[in-house]
């Protein structure tokens, strides 16, 4: 097992790792292509992108290879072998629960330990490469403006050589009123050996350049030109890449391990309760203040608290410049509290987001470790019972559990970032749903239940949506007694009046009482009586060498005596469900629907007793003669 296993996971692990990293590379081709980068910075790009993808390569390494090896025993039969030879599935299963648990420690510790400083490198790099000048690529018929301060014009150049043909260059260095353009007949671009300047050298062209001058009213302005035949400058450009300091990331949740991230938590919920209650002592202050306005223009109005003031007399008092001073100096004072009052709440959000997201990823690197279990005891149990080995059933499989996975997770945690879902329900919401999936499959797949057999399906959804299921009674080519048609006749008339007694102490047309429905008995003896006697019937006339006979049998009903009582146990199941009232309402309306179909039911039986033995009579079969 060890070995069929863990060849397996190897495989399927440098597989899984394979596709999370080319997946990572085309979030941030973007940030690489066309900037230079030499092979020892994308190499480390890779080493550190690898890294920190291992723990979430885990999970589905492990639910691949738990496919395919169940389902190469299942498929070999050696899984039959193993349970006819008295060993159960968990005892199969136990050498390798006892192999992920280390795989489980081992992805605790790439994410507590390992995990933290490489996502640090990892963030520096990115940003790194994002502040890297582009590699020089100068397009032809189109401006190009990748040279700061400089806009390059080619007509076009020759590949082979490297020499530019209709070359205009604006140099904005100096300001944009005071540009030096500078066209050539044609030119060479090269980088100086030092790789901080680039070399132009300009063949037969002309330089304009402007004075400058403080007189800005002048509409003459002097310039300077001058024709060259070679000219040579030079243009800072540094191409070099340049590791920025990681101090500036470090603050960030994803570069800490558990220890740091509950001391920051700690530290940042502190800070944020002192500046939440500094921020009411403030509003506290400013808001219940109440200002008295005397009746003179040029005196200030002064603040005081104050019991009780009729501001509308105050108001409609005043003249209308003093009412159009007022309302302008409220509506100013209110626009600032407003916007004062969005940015602290804006302030106040990011804080409680920043901490969110340490607990956030404190709680991953739980959830992640328990991940590989939770996939081994889906994989394992499922391959068992699909019984297909080979790659393809079980990715298949495999990537509809982990697309499961993967939006509950992503979902939980998004939600849990925003503060929508508790932090923990958010991390935990995907192993909630996976684990009691994982739970029963190993049962089934150690009771050897059929999980995927269609008929069983088709036979719940049928009830679900109460479909009656066809009678079909066939004749017997070997019969060793006639029934007794007169017999049969009797019990026919016994079964009408055990019909017309339910039917009379059952109205569909009324609901059933509702507390009687959960409080009363569970069982229908009259009714169950008449699916006996029935039952009984059809059995005795299915040894008839007739063919109306048999024809009209087909036409008892199948029905269950019980559907239209309560389907809990009497106690305490029942009356939960009928306090909860959205359940014990649908048990009660499921009662109701089959009351009517049992009404129906037995109009039935009464109708094809009817119709027997009227056949019994032109057949002549009352005597047992045919």
Not at 135 to 149: N, S, T, V
Request: hydrophobic share 45%.
């Amino acid at each position: 097992m060890l070995k069929s296993f863990g060849i397996m996971f190897i495989g399927t692990f440098f597989i899984c790792l394979f596709i999370f990293v080319m997946q990572f590379l085309w979030l941030y081709v973007d940030e690489m292509v066309g900037k230079g980068l030499s092979l020892d910075v994308l190499g480390q790009f890779f080493y550190l992108a690898t890294l920190t993808l291992v723990p979430r390569s885990l999970p589905l390494a492990i639910l691949l290879a738990a496919l395919m090896t169940f389902g190469n025993f299942g498929e070999r039969v050696e899984l039959t072998a193993m349970k006819a030879a008295g060993i159960p599935l968990l005892r199969v299963m136990r050498p390798l629960i006892i192999f992920c648990v280390p795989l489980c420690l081992a992805s605790f510790y790439f994410q507590n330990v390992i995990i933290p400083d490489s996502q640090l490198k990892l963030n520096t790099l990115l940003v790194s490469m994002k502040q890297k000048s582009p590699e020089l690529e100068i397009p032809e018929g189109a401006f190009y403006d990748g040279i700061e301060g400089y806009n390059l014009f080619v007509d076009h150049k020759n590949r082979d050589t490297g020499v530019l043909y209709g070359v205009v260059i604006y140099n904005f260095t100096d300001g944009f009123e005071n540009a030096h353009i500078i066209k050539a007949d044609s030119g060479r671009l090269e980088t100086t050996a030092d790789k901080n300047f680039l070399k132009m050298t300009l063949y037969d062209g002309e330089q304009f350049e402007n004075f400058k001058t403080d007189n800005i009213n002048r509409k003459n302005i002097p310039y300077r030109r001058e024709v060259f035949g070679r000219k040579t400058i030079l243009i800072a450009f540094n191409d070099e890449f340049n590791v920025m300091d990681a101090g500036f990331l470090s603050a960030n949740a994803s570069s800490k391990n558990m220890r740091q991230l509950i001391n920051d938590r700690d530290s940042l919920t502190q800070e944020q309760d002192s500046i939440g209650r500094a921020y009411f002592n403030t509003l506290k202050r400013g808001t219940y203040s109440v200002y008295t306005i005397t009746g003179q223009d040029s005196t200030r109005m002064a603040e005081q608290r104050v019991a009780r003031l009729n501001m509308d007399s105050v108001y409609f008092s005043a003249t209308r410049d003093q009412q159009l001073r007022w309302r302008t100096s409220e509506k100013s004072k209110i626009e600032n509290m407003r916007s004062e009052t969005m940015l602290k709440k804006r302030s106040v959000y990011l804080a409680d987001k920043n901490i969110r997201k340490h607990r956030i990823e404190w709680w991953n690197k739980i959830v992640l470790s328990l991940a590989c279990m939770v996939f081994f005891f889906i994989g394992a149990p499922l391959g068992a019972i699909i019984r297909k080995g080979g790659l393809g059933v079980s990715i298949l499989v495999s990537v509809l559990i982990f697309i499961i996975y993967y939006i509950l997770d992503s979902n939980g945690a998004k939600l849990s970032r925003e503060g929508e879902m508790t932090v923990w329900f958010g991390r935990w919401l995907s192993t909630i749903v996976l684990a009691p999936m994982g739970a029963f499959f190993t049962i089934k797949a150690n009771r050897d239940s059929t999980v995927f057999n269609a008929d069983a399906y088709k036979a719940a959804f049928r009830w679900m949506v109460a479909k009656p299921e066809e009678r079909h009674v066939s004749g017997k080519e070997v019969i060793i007694h006639d029934p007794d048609y007169a017999a049969c006749s009797l019990q026919m008339n016994g079964l009408d009046a055990a019909c017309g007694e339910w039917r009379t102490r059952h109205d569909w047309r009324r609901p059933p009482h509702y507390v009687r429905f959960f409080r009363g008995t569970h069982r229908d003896e009259v009714l169950e009586s008449v699916v006996e006697s029935m039952e009984s019937l059809v059995a005795t006339l299915g040894n008839s060498r007739d063919a109306f006979v048999i024809g009209k049998v087909s036409d008892y009903p199948i029905f269950n005596a019980r559907d239209h009582v309560c389907p809990l146990p009497e106690g305490w199941l029942s009356v939960v469900a009928a306090l909860l009232v959205p359940v014990g309402g649908l048990l009660w309306l499921r009662a109701w629907f089959f009351t009517r179909r049992r009404t129906k039911n037995l109009e039935r039986i009464v109708q094809t007793n009817a119709e027997l033995q009227q056949i019994f009579i032109d057949r002549k079969l009352v005597n047992n003669k045919v």
